[in-house]
């Protein structure tokens, strides 16, 4: 038996406001790493903590991919019986 909700339980969320909400999220940590690498604000004024900016923008970046894939393969396994 491949069911994920354990019995009767109810998921929390509907799909299609799972499936917003990840999307939503995805260009939320895409935006973030851009700004980040970009230094769109001038946060970062002091020279040595650029490193940050270079180390967090393509974490941020690649964790909105992974978001994206988790979302796409998760609305896959949804329909899956």
Same mark, same amino acid.
């Given at each position: 038996?491949?069911?994920? =909700?354990?019995?009767?339980?109810?998921?929390?969320?509907?799909?299609?406001?799972?499936? &917003?909400?990840?999307?939503?999220? &995805?260009?939320? $940590?895409?935006?973030?790493?851009?700004?980040?690498?970009? =230094? *769109?604000?001038? &946060? @970062?004024?002091?020279?040595?903590?650029? *490193?940050?900016? *270079? &180390?967090?923008?393509? @974490?941020? @970046?690649? !964790?909105?991919? $992974?978001?994206? !894939?988790?979302? !796409?393969?998760?609305?896959?396994?949804? !329909?899956?019986?």
């Amino acid at each position: 038996m491949n069911d994920k =909700n354990y019995g009767s339980q109810k998921t929390a969320m509907p799909l299609s406001l799972r499936i &917003v909400f990840g999307i939503f999220m &995805v260009l939320v $940590f895409g935006f973030v790493g851009l700004m980040l690498l970009f =230094n *769109w604000f001038n &946060v @970062i004024y002091d020279p040595s903590w650029n *490193w940050l900016r *270079w &180390v967090g923008g393509p @974490i941020f @970046i690649l !964790y909105g991919i $992974f978001r994206g !894939y988790r979302l !796409y393969k998760g609305n896959q396994d949804n !329909y899956e019986e």
